[in-house]
Each structure stands twice: as C-alpha cells, then as structure tokens.
C-alpha cells in the first residue's frame, strides 16, 4: 500500500484532544491515517509540501438529493410547495435509470470538487430495482464516500418500505463497495401511519441502518408517538430539518442520541421553518449539515456552515439586546462549532463517526487543502475562519480513502466534458416535463 506523508500545513484535525489548529506533519498508509504530529520520519513515504495550506477533515453534506443534479437551479425562485408540485408532482416519475445515474455521478463530482468526501445521498426517486442500482453507480463511479439512503417518490401512508429492496442492496450492490454503506430514507412518522412508522424503524433497527426523514411545519404527527412508545428512537435516527418541532420533543429525541440535519439555505429560502440550531445548541447538541437540492442553492457545504453560522448569530444577537437593551459583547456561535457542523456532526448523523470527520490515526485517510496563499484569504491569520471562507477556487485537493480525487484545483476525473453533455440532455428533457408553469422565469 501507498504511504503518503502530507508536510507543511497548518491542520485542523477537530479532535478533541489538539489545539483548534497546529503545524503538523500527516502520515497516510493506505486507505488510513497513520500518524499526526511534527516531524513525523517516513523515508519510504512520498512526500507532499503543503505549505501555505490548511488540511482539515473531509467535509460531510449530510442531506442532499443528488438525483436531482441535472435540474440545477430550475427551482430557485420556487416556494416549498411548487417545489412538491413541480418537481415530486410533475417530473419525478418522468426520471429513467439513466437519468439517475448521471445526476448522481455528477452531483458527487460537484461534491468533491467542493471539498465534500462523504455524501448523504437521500434518494427517494428509486421508482424500480434499476433506478436504485444506476443511483448506486453513479456515486461509485465518482469515488466519493456516500450512505445511500434508499427511498421511493411519495407512497399511501400504510404502505411500508419496501425491505426486499433494503436486503438485496445490502446483498449485492452496497455490499461490494468499501465507500458505499446503505441507510433508509424513510417517510417517517410525519408522513406515515403510526403502524407504518414503527414498522419501518423497526426494520431499520435489525439491519443497524441509519433511518432517516423529512419534518417540518407544525406538531408532529401520531406516528411520532408511536415510534417513542415502541422506543425506537437512537443514535440511528436521522431527522432532516425539525422546523417548528416543539422544544419538548426536541428535548426528548436529543436524549434518545437522535440527530439532526438542517439545510439552512434551503430552509429559510423555500419556507420550511426556522433552522432548530439554536434548539439544539440551548441542549448541548449539534446539527450536522445538508445543501439539499441543487435545484434550488448551491450544493457547498461550506456556504450552509456560513449561512447556519451568521443566522444564529443573528437571532442570538436580536434576542440578547430584546433582553438586555444592550449589545453582546461575545459572539454565541463560534466558527469552530460551524466547522464541527460540517465535519464531527455530519458523521455522526450518518453513521460514521469512527470513521471520518476528523484526523487522527486510524480514521480513513479523506483530507482537504484549502490553499491559504490565494488573494481572497491571505493573509490567514485565523485557520478556521480561512477554512470556512473558502469557496471552491480555494479547494486544492480532496483525498478519499487515500485516493486523490482533485490534485492541483483540478478534478481527477475522466470524461467531465461528456459527463456535462449527459447531464445537460437529462435536465432539459426532465424540464419539459414540468411544462411553462415550472419553467425559470414563469414561477
């Protein structure tokens, strides 16, 4: 196996145990970290001078609906609800595996271009067994790690998911790919009858998998206290967004390992709620971080972290001169805590905090490095805020598993320019689809 020992950068490992930044040497073999320290000796090791650079983990985009790349921005201007209409009403069922496929493999390039190495893929547009497998090509084609959380377009509330689906992927296709694992992405309590709701979590429950879902706008539904009563809420559940949940449930999932993923572009531009930030925070929790769909913002993970980041600061600073008349005089979120959102907690939510989301030995080897010597970060004098003010320009290298997937600036990718082609001939013919009410401009 390779060693490659990464020389001359200032790293953010997000360990608990190290300073929020220091100079130190990163030794990878293989697929993992082997070392972190200064000077770290490796004479059979190649050498890589990052000097000038910030290494920190891997990013994670908890939450994105890849399948929906090709329609990129179509939706911007659209509310929550011409979304449900437009997109799940009209051109959902109008998807072909192709279509899927490219859209994933796309969409997980853009990820790694971006500095994201793990992807919650939430895809629930798998409307036959070819769908689901063309889905899981693509994202193995772009080398990116990923949960994907297999779903279907909208069903009757009694109707489960489908398990026979969840084996035969664990069997076949998830199960021969050493960066692919398989979670559920499920219709949840909010959207399931209570039966259903326990029934799907239970099933999640015997197979170990990440079960994750969409809530927003209002009380929750029967189905939630069902699932509490059967006590299948854990660390394995994933809720996405949360908006308006009452702070005693939040309370109540927080203590059950429950963890959240909010997408607070999206969220605060289409009418979900309010990012439950701040609700978590107020409890000793976190929430990990998603983009979302590309139809509407861009899929950055370092934009949600900047935008979770200065909403919550805004509300806080709001509420501290509504209580005190005064302004504050320290800030009540902190960039580190952003940083952690899209890192530690991103892991977490998918299920792979012993494995990524931080650099230490023996987690897998998914690194990038921001390039601190550009004009719009220089001079860095604040490795974490330089981190969370880069955009992708910024972004010079992403390793996954040991594996260089962009060198340079440069994505490591064959065929980009067909990839393109495919990618723009799926969205034009999905679009039309839609028909002139969901066209941009005629929202």
Known sequence: MSRILLRGAQVITMAPDRPDAE????????????????????????????????????LVNAHLHTWQTALRSAGADWTLMQYLTHLHGA???????????????????NQLNCGTTTVGDWCHNALSLEHADAAVEGLVQAGIRAVFLHGTPYRSPDTPHPLAEIDRLLDGPVHDHALLTLGMALQGPQYSSP????ADFRAGAERG????????????APGWDAVRAAGLFSPLTNIVHGADLPEDWIKTLVAAGVTFTTTPENELGQGHGTPITGSLLSLGAAPSLGTD???AVPGTVLTAARIALAHQRSLDHAHHRQTTGAYANTPSVTGKQALAWATVEGAKALGLADKVGRIEAGMQADLVAVD?????????????????????ANIEAVMVAGTWRKRDHALLASGLD???????ESGERLLRSIGPAGSPGNT
Not at 195 to 198: K, P, Q, R
Not at 209 to 220: E, F, N, R, Y
Not at 418 to 424: G, P, Y
């Open 293 to 295: 769909i590309d139809t």
């Open 23 to 58: 100079h130190a040497d990163i030794l990878v073999d293989g697929e993992t970290i082997a070392a972190v320290g200064e000077t770290i000796e490796a004479p059979d090791a190649e050498v890589v001078d990052f000097s000038g650079r910030v290494l920190v983990p891997g």
């Open 209 to 220: 998998l990440v079960v994750s879902m969409h809530q927003s706008g209002g009380d929750p």
């Open 418 to 424: 067909e990839t393109k082609d495919r990618l723009r």
């Open 372 to 392: 601190a010597r550009a004009l719009n970060l220089w001079p860095a004098h604040d490795p974490i805020a330089t981190v969370l003010h880069a955009d992708i």
């Open 195 to 198: 039966e259903t709701a326990v």
């Open 91 to 109: 051109c959902a069922g109008h998807y072909t595996p192709a279509d899927l496929h490219i859209s994933n493999l796309a969409g997980a390039l």
